[in-house]
């Protein structure tokens, strides 16, 4: 059974740092291109970071320099450092596949930034 679990995410001053981990179950994420994304209420969900199994990354232009997708095969786990956080990045943050099957999207974690 395919599950994403997000955590990492939290109420940060502006400046901070937070870094989200998606602990991958019922498939490799070695072998397998991985998201980050994010929603705001009322908005779509966008693509924040991927990283493709070749080892390539795309960032959205908002979050470039300041964000790193990066995975651990060992525990099947991806992440996203964010610096240098803005109120503009508050959003509930998700990881899934590059593909954005459907079915794997999970609770995803809630990232607030705030004076």
């Known amino acids: 059974q395919v599950q994403l679990v997000e955590s990492g995410g939290g109420l940060v001053q502006p400046g901070g740092s937070l870094r989200l981990s998606c602990v991958v179950s019922?498939?490799?994420?070695?072998?397998?291109?991985m998201g980050w994304y994010r929603q705001v209420p009322g908005k779509q969900r966008e693509t924040v970071a991927t990283?493709?199994?070749?080892?390539?990354?795309y960032y959205a232009d908002s979050v470039k320099g300041r964000f790193t997708i990066s995975r651990d095969n060992a525990k099947n786990t991806v992440f996203l450092q964010m610096n240098s956080l803005s109120p503009e990045d508050t959003a509930v943050y998700y990881c899934n596949t590059m593909a954005t099957i459907d079915s794997y999207w999970g609770q995803g974690t809630q990232v607030t930034v705030s004076s």
């Open positions: 019922g498939f490799s994420v070695r072998i397998n291109g």
């Open positions: 990283l493709a199994t070749t080892g390539g990354t």
